[in-house]
């Protein structure tokens, strides 16, 4: 059994950066792909960032060029790094992992954290 578990969320002002992190317990080395979401309140949810178990990254259009995914083998810790923060970029960002062969922003997750709440003000 994976656990997840986020953390880092909290309140920036737009312009700000935010780092959150994902740790991963149980059995780390049963997934090998693992990515960053988020839903905002009335909002489907939306694929970021998918890091695989080589370090290969995957990003959507609303995180290239100022999220980046990272994670620490050591710490079984992924990582979200958030810059140039928008008041639309308010959301519960989630934490989510699968065991697959083909690792991306979009691809269907199987175990879930229950997510960390950021708030951008304007």
């Known amino acids: 059994q994976v656990q997840l578990l986020e953390s880092g969320g909290g309140s920036v002002q737009a312009g700000g950066s935010l780092r959150l992190s994902c740790e991963v317990s149980g059995y780390p080395d049963s997934v090998n792909c693992m990515g960053w979401f988020r839903q905002a309140e009335g909002n489907g949810r939306e694929g970021l960032a998918a890091i695989n178990s080589r370090g290969g990254t995957s990003y959507g259009d609303s995180a290239k060029g100022r999220f980046v995914v990272s994670k620490d083998n050591d710490k079984n810790t992924i990582y979200l790094q958030m810059s140039s923060l928008k008041p639309e970029n308010t959301s519960t960002y989630y934490c989510?992992?699968?065991?697959?062969?083909?690792?991306?922003?979009?691809?269907?997750?199987?175990?879930w954290g229950k997510g960390t709440l950021v708030t951008i003000s304007s």
């Open positions: 989510a992992a699968v065991n697959t062969p083909y690792c991306a922003y979009y691809t269907a997750m199987q175990k």
